[in-house]
């Protein structure tokens, strides 16, 4: 299925074993990076049930949950895109779906700002499931902030013509992150914005 | 060495699949939706989390390209590879 496979088969071929050992080992340092931090995202998601049980503030704004998401979702194909054109030497196309992803990080990031705006007059952040919610999201951003500057980074080194079809290693690892954040919230939104029953939480 | 059954394919083939993952994916996201909306308990949380990992299946499978590690290992295995230090 990887599209990087055909670069994975040309480089055996073209560079002999060294290259693509060099470029498989790299790939397993990243995905041993990401499955570590999917168990921090695991450890943090488990928490909401022994925090909060399955309460969920009556003012919480599903829609908002469901907007973000969609952010995500689409900044992920767009992340997709940037790799696959990078893959196939497509050096514009790469540069403009990366920063699409980049535009779409940071609106995500603004919902989420607007999310703890209203958040902060919804439910005390120091209940269980404030406690829990302001956690979650907040390690979550710090993810996406991280995640925009790498494609910051990978879009300078982009611009500068760095990456072609045979070499585009630093494209992958941004890109493999992104998805990787959107992949964390695909189950941090229905923990926080859907499980359980509404309550009242009121700040006062 | 690992192969690749979708070597060969064009950009617009793969830029046309992951259309269709993002479809699929913007589908179970309003199911959820309007699951934790229509359902309580643990029927509920079965529907969200069954949804759940199979949005993150998908995500890791078309877009992470997860089984370039199983493919890696593999490689290893059988010896194709070796384990370098750069």
Redesign the interface.
Known sequence: ??????I??DL?EKYG??A???L??H??GL?LF?ISDAFFFMALISSRYFVAS?DRPDTLI?ELG?LL??IL??S??S???SE??AS?G?NEGAKRWILITIIFGLIFLGGVVFAWYEAFHDFPPASGFGTTFFTLTGIHTTHVVSGIILLAFVYRRAAKGEYGPDHYRGFEGA??YW??V??AW??I??IL???G?SVEMGVH | ?????????T?ET??KR??I??IV??VL??A??F??IWF?GAL??TL??G??IL??LG???????????L???A??AAG???????
């Open positions: 299925m990887a599209m990087t496979d055909l994975h088969a055996h074993t060294k693509y050992s060099s498989m080992m790939r397993l995905w990401i399955t599903q469901l998401t969609a979702l689409l992920s194909l992340a997709y895109r696959v054109a196939h497509d890109a493999k998805h990787f959107d992949l695909v189950f939104y229905p914005y859907l499980v029953e | 060495m690992a192969t690749d059954s979708h070597a060969g394919e950009k793969k830029n992951g259309l993952v993002l994916l913007a996201t309003v959820e939706f699951a934790a309580e509920q949380l969200l989390g949804s759940a949005k993150a995500i890791a499978h078309y877009f992470m390209h997860w089984r370039q590690v493919d890696h290992i490689d290893i194709d590879a070796e384990v370098v230090e750069d």
